[in-house]
């Protein structure tokens, strides 16, 4: 049996990896390591709950002791790290959490890694550690060789994970790998980011906050992708080595939310330009070559089909949003949204 430890398998794309996971390898054991902030949903996992093949803790990846215990209850073959904050827009308002989270946390993992011996640590990080691209150079991509050159305090604090993991394979030869992954979307995907976002308020005909002038480019990756590459990567790959991981899906967020407009039936007058997002990052674009050749990976929905299957989902789960919305978010959107 091996043990794999799954950090922040509450959120969006960490609980995606372990429903993927557990379907495919009959012979895996998934321990899920959550501190279930705001951002973790303890009810995306409740159809895991009685699985004698998955094991949910609630626990802070900063707290040593804590995750220490763990270790030596469970001797986890692997490692995978998708816990941290991970919405831009809060580490601009409050970037500290982000710093002790992503940064630290990251340390206390890869030092139980060290301690209590392990096959595979995985870091899970983002192609915002490369910063963007101009909008006019369609030739440019990002490759894993660029230098790293952060915007925001959220993607530096990812880099600065980046740099850690790595030092941490250099210096004490843990056995570490890297994926920098491109935007996802899909199921259990927290409103507050851009895609449910406009789902969950179209739906309730309010307006779709798009900032500036709506003409940056991210590169989306249905979730289910990135999990089966990073899946991959634990099984397959070299060790101490990076990993971008992207589909070649560039778009504009205006082209986005006027096309959910489109798939909902709603009027693109519920479109409101709102102040833009402090250093916004222009462009984003993931040359995925090196995990393409090395490993075979290649991205398998294409967004028509993906960005259908995920306005389903959210038509299908509307309990799940709805009580997200009503809680401590409506604080979040008044304070981020109202007077903007
Ligand atoms: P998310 O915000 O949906 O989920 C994060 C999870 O981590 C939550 O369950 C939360 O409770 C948990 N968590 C936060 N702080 C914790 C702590 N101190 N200890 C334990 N658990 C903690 O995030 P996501 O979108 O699923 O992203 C997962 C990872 O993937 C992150 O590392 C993020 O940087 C990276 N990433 C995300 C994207 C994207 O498009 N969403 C793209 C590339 C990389
Ligand atoms: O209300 C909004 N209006 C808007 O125009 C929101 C929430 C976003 N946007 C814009 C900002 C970005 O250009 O949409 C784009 C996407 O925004 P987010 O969903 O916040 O994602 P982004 O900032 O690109 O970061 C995401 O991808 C990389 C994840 O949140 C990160 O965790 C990941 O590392």
Known sequence: MVVIIVTGGAGFIGSNFIFHMLEKYPDCRIVCLDKLTYAGNL???ASLMDNPKFRFVKLDICDREGVYKLFEEEHPDIVVNFAAESHVDRSIEAPTIF?????????????????????????????????????????LFFTETRPLHTSSPYSSSKASADLLVLAYYRTYGLPVSISRCSNNYGPYHFPEKLIPLMIVNALADKPLPVYGKGENVRDWL??????????????????????????HNEMKNIDIVKLICKELGKPESLI???????????????????????????????????????????LDNKEWWQTIISGEYKNYYEKMYGNR
């Not at 392990?118 to 910063?131: L, M």
């Not at 289910?224 to 590459?229: G, P």
């Not at 790959?237 to 589909?247: A, D, F, L, Q």
């Not at 709102?274 to 995925?288: F, N, Q, S, T």
Request: charged letters at 30%.
């Open 272 to 314: 409101t330009y709102v102040a833009d997002r402090k250093g916004h990052d222009m462009r984003y674009a993931i040359d995925p070559t090196k995990i393409h050749n090395e490993l075979g990976w290649l991205p398998e929905t294409k967004f028509s089909d993906g960005i259908k299957k995920t306005i389903k989902w959210y």
């Open 43 to 45: 009810s995306t996992l």
């Open 222 to 247: 249905y979730v289910e992708d990135h999990c089966k590459a990073i899946d991959l990567i634990i099984h397959k790959s070299r060790v101490g080595e990076v990993y971008n991981v992207g589909g």
């Open 99 to 139: 710093l002790q989270t992503n940064i630290i946390g990251t340390s206390v993992l890869m030092d139980a890694c060290r301690k209590y011996g392990i096959k595979r640590y995985h870091q899970v990080s983002t192609d915002e550690v490369y910063g963007d691209l101009p909008l006019d150079r369609s030739d």
